[in-house]
């Protein structure tokens, strides 16, 4: 199945205003399309013309640019993305990456992802590359294994609690929190190459080092923070309370229920009976929240209805029926499914499911413009 992939994408020309369609480019393989890849490398990919004032400019759209043999995968984001948009955008692109890639091509390369500002730095970072593999350097001297592998091969070898306490004092790094994540990451590297001997040795060696890191208990809350308390005022929904709790999530902690019930008792005493109301509302809003079983089997309902629905009003009959499509879980179970179709290629129905999420996102945007 194709790596690239482009979509039809709806612009609104900034100097006529008019609103036109154009199909822009969200991954290119640099293998499946060399001119586009070329197109990238002269900063001419994703210019469209706008059909009502012929003005021409760049499409505005992130973009995830694959090159195999390389071994490199550099991402860059769509013009004024905030650092959350970023974010989004580059774990789905690169989902919709990975899974179009059959799983026993995939390489551990392609968890390393690279970000470049804009196009122009994609570009003339590719330029770069070109230009380094025209004038090859001398031959590195032999590898040596990265230091945590080292460390983790002494860890595995070690067979007494003598021998195993003389590796810790060598390679403290392995009591470090970040070694835990990087253990899991090479497991299912080696999974993927097949390296199943190797994957189940780094299993073992996570456990190990999970039993002996240290757990240290979180300090005990006197106050709710005025920002999260604030924010938790505000929310008006499930959906707004579960943002807010995303933000915050110390508001799900035990003691939380103990200090509302405080702040309650202080707005009694001082007269303001509609904020005491509001925070005991907040308080079984958060007490529902932590005892609401796990809405998957609802959800996965939810999308499978409204990507049946083929009119504006079945659409939104479908909305009503199911308010939880207008969550951010939603929004990535969408993205999801669309990878998984592309995968088993289903384009039609993955295009179909990322125009569902777009619209969920238009309506979301709606809503929350008519609650500010």
């Keep these: 199945m194709p790596i690239s992939y482009r979509e039809q994408a709806q612009l609104t020309c900034p100097h006529c205003g008019g609103d036109f369609d154009a199909e822009v480019w969200l991954i290119v393989d640099a293998d499946e399309e060399p001119e586009a890849a070329a197109a990238l490398r002269r900063e001419e990919l994703n210019l469209v013309e706008c059909p009502h004032c012929g003005a021409r400019g760049p499409a ?43 799983q026993e091509q995939r390489r551990p390369y392609l968890t390393d992802v690279d970000i470049t500002q804009d196009m122009s730095g994609l570009a003339l970072l590719l330029r770069r590359l070109d ?68 994957a189940q040795g780094l299993r073992n060696a996570r456990e ?48 939380i229920d103990q200090l509302l019930e405080g702040e309650i008792e202080t707005a009694l005493v001082s007269g303001a009976d509609r904020l005491a109301q509001l925070l005991a509302s907040r308080r079984e809003m958060l007490v529902a929240f932590r005892t609401a079983p796990t809405p998957d089997a609802d959800l996965e309902e939810a999308i499978e209805t409204l990507l049946l629905a083929d009119d504006e009003e079945t659409i ?19 993205w999801e499914f669309a990878a998984e179709a592309r995968a088993g290629g289903e384009e039609e129905l993955a295009r179909h ?15 929350e413009e008519g609650h500010s």
Aim: proline share 12%; charged share 20%.
């Design 316 to 334: 939104a009959q479908v909305l009503d029926q199911y308010p939880l499509l207008l969550s951010e879980a939603a929004e990535q179970a969408l």
């Design 208 to 255: 190990l080092l999970a039993r002996m890191q240290p757990h240290p208990v979180p300090e005990q809350l006197t106050a709710i923070p005025p920002a999260a308390l604030q924010e938790l005022l505000n929310a008006h929904s499930d959906a707004e309370l579960e943002q807010v709790i995303a933000r915050h999530p110390l508001l799900l902690r035990p003691e």
């Design 60 to 102: 505005g759209a992130p973009l995830l640019y694959h090159d195999a043999r390389a071994r490199r995968v550099i991402f860059t984001p769509a013009p004024g993305s905030n650092d959350h948009e970023i974010r989004d955008q580059a774990r789905d692109l690169h989902a919709l990456l990975v899974g179009s890639i059959d």
């Design 353 to 367: 499911a990322i125009a569902c999420r777009e619209m969920l996102r238009r309506v979301r945007a709606g809503l």
């Design 131 to 198: 230009a380094r593999r025209a004038s090859p350097p001398p031959s590195p001297p032999p590898p040596t294994p990265p230091p945590l592998l080292a460390a983790v091969e002494a860890l595995l070898a070690a067979d007494s609690d003598a021998e195993l306490e003389r590796v810790l004092a060598q390679h403290p790094k392995l009591l470090e929190p970040s070694a835990l994540a990087t253990l899991t990451q090479l497991a299912e590297v080696a999974v993927a190459q097949g390296e199943h001997e190797i």
